[in-house]
């Protein structure tokens, strides 16, 4: 079977999607963005009976996303993301940064890598994980809707 890597695996729908395809077969790396995921992801995996080669991977930091590289995955799912709830006017210009950093700056850079990976190996998949969020914007969900939908 074809080897995934999903991004923001640590928990909901990353973390739904690692252990389906790994129950399907598939060659899973999930990746969580901080250290104290790994165990319990892998804990929540030998539970379920599913096998995941679990990963640090934080997909704003150049060395986490060079590591990666290495990993030749043949579909990447691009799902980390994080939301800053509240007011636009309000969130500060550094929250506002980190969050276009997580939810898009990071996964381009990334796929970059491995884009060019699977273009010279001649196959590939990437899937992008966005929001409905962005057709219907709610109250205090602005930054989020611009980046992720």
């Known amino acids: 079977m074809k080897k995934v890597l999903i991004t923001g695996s640590g928990t909901g729908f990353g973390q739904e999607v690692a252990m389906r395809l790994a129950e399907k077969g598939f060659d899973v790396i999930a990746a969580v963005e901080i250290w104290a995921q790994v165990q319990t992801l892998k804990r929540q995996a030998a539970a379920r009976g599913v096998t995941l080669q679990v990963e640090k991977l934080d997909v704003t930091?150049?060395?986490?996303?060079?590591?990666?590289?290495?990993?030749?995955?043949?579909?990447?799912?691009?799902?980390?993301?994080?939301?800053?709830?509240?007011?636009?006017?309000?969130?500060?210009?550094?929250?506002?940064?980190?969050q276009f950093e997580v939810n898009v700056f990071g996964p381009l850079l990334l796929t970059q890598g491995i884009a060019k990976q699977m273009v010279k190996r001649g196959d590939g998949r990437i899937v992008w994980v966005s929001s409905r969020e962005g057709l219907n914007v709610n109250p205090f969900t602005g930054l989020y809707a611009a980046s992720k939908h």
């Open 61 to 98: 930091d150049p060395g986490d996303r060079k590591k990666a590289l290495a990993w030749n995955v043949e579909i990447l799912v691009n799902n980390a993301g994080v939301g800053e709830g509240g007011s636009t006017v309000d969130i500060p210009a550094v929250n506002m940064r980190e």
